[in-house]
């Protein structure tokens, strides 16, 4: 199999592991909101194949599971705020993957949990959701704040994760772990 036809079926499968966790496993937490393990997945990917792949996981993985669960109700802006933490810790990841010092790749690493999700969820989700529902910017930030939580708790649990299963990643694809 060529690298490109690898390529994409690595992809393929960050896609479906990412909805079908995120399916099959609701961990609930608040009102209507539950852990999203499906962070998990998008995590290893930015942090095993890079930027792209991991965004991309976790971009069309919402999709994919917003079409399959309920329509489009909710995943314009949770797709456009995956896109923007994706982005950020696909970036982090690569900067601090070579690093020497444990306990600075991971202060750096959560903080990019953090910011990542603030961003993504706090302004990108709740900027979208407020353009969409003609709701007051400062309602859909409320609404979100839950979101936020959740998916900080996931993405810094996935942090180890990340680290560990990185190995095997080399193991199995080593041309396309960065």
Not at 51 to 58: H, V
Not at 66 to 71: E, P
């Amino acid at each position: 199999m060529n690298i490109s036809t690898r390529r994409i079926c690595v992809l393929a499968l960050g896609i479906a592991l990412f909805c079908a966790l995120s399916m099959c496993l609701q961990v609930p937490v608040f009102e209507n909101y539950y852990l999203c393990l499906g962070y998990i997945v998008m995590a290893v990917y930015c942090y095993s194949f890079g930027t792209l792949s991991g965004t991309a996981a976790g971009t069309l993985g919402v999709i994919l599971y917003c079409l399959l669960i309920n329509g489009l109700r909710g995943m314009p802006g949770w797709a456009l705020g995956n896109i923007v933490i994706g982005v950020i810790l696909g970036l982090t990841f690569r900067a601090t993957k070579s690093m020497k010092s444990l306990p600075v790749k991971t202060v750096l690493n959560a903080a990019a949990v953090i910011v990542s999700a603030a961003l993504g969820i706090l302004i990108v989700k709740s900027l979208t959701e407020s353009l969409l529902y003609a709701q007051p910017m400062a309602v859909r930030i409320g609404k979100n704040i839950y979101a936020f939580v959740a998916d900080v708790v996931m993405l810094l649990v996935s942090l180890p994760v990340c680290m560990s299963l990185d190995r095997t990643a080399k193991k199995l694809f080593p041309e396309l772990v960065k």
